[in-house]
């Protein structure tokens, strides 16, 4: 088989379509890296145009794991200008959104759309919409992954969550929990500073007397255990010390 050397870069893109187009996609990969492995021997604009074909075989060839080598290979060749830099970055998002890599996609396309340069950019648009593509399925994706952590979370740390939350978005559902979470941490912890403060002149028995008040009253089971296991530690302490 001929050796991409023997082709210009317009060349070597037709005979890649052509090897592509019959399936061959072994005979074009070794067509492209015979060349590659040439390394630094070669133009790096020669090594760019070797790694975008390559990166084309592969995505045909539907070989994820190459094509993100390939990739990285190919940016670290840098960029001529700002619209290269910026193309490449909509190509590998595009990439990652075609692997189901949907926040490394939205995460290109927010480092494109946050680059100054691209309000005169050409492909604006697109990056645009791909964004907002890639932002819905990622927010459909956390959703569920927020609901089942925030259930978890609320079942291991007692939180009592009220009937009309059912009907609340995740997020307003998390803030809900977290706000009660923080109230009974509060609670909790303003006993703690009383019972080992030695400024406090609040009586033992005072302090006993507002901790089971806590205990009675609190709803985040969690906080409740730790108030029962300071007002353990308080009464076994007061205990030996009377003997």
Known sequence: ????????????????????????????????????????????????DLLNSLITIELRAKRPVAVLEALSQRR?????????????????????????????????????????NCLRWDSLLRALELYVEMDVACREEMETILTEASD?????????????????????K?????????????????LLLRAFDPANLTSREALL????????????????GLGQELSEKLTSSRVSKSL
Not at 174 to 190: D, F, L, M, P
Not at 209 to 224: G, L, N, P, Q, T
């Open 209 to 224: 007397k507002d901790i089971r008040e806590y205990i009675s009253s609190e709803k985040v089971a969690f906080f409740v």
């Open 152 to 172: 978890v979370a609320i079942h291991k740390n007692g939180i009592p969550v009220a009937s009309d939350q059912t009907n609340r978005t995740v997020e307003e």
């Open 76 to 116: 670290a060749l840098g960029y001529r200008n700002w619209q290269e830099r910026l193309d490449e970055g909509l190509s590998a998002a595009a990439i990652f959104a075609r692997f189901g890599k949907l926040f490394e996609a939205r995460a290109e396309l927010t480092k494109v759309l946050r680059d100054k």
């Open 1 to 48: 088989m001929r050796s991409a050397r023997e082709f210009g870069g317009r060349k070597l893109k037709d005979r890649v379509s052509d090897l592509l187009g019959k399936g061959q996609f072994k005979e074009a990969r070794r067509l492209v890296q015979d060349e590659l492995d040439l390394g630094d021997s070669i133009p790096k604009r020669r090594q760019i």
């Open 174 to 190: 998390i803030k809900s929990v977290s706000a009660t979470y923080r109230a009974a941490s509060k609670g909790y912890e303003a």
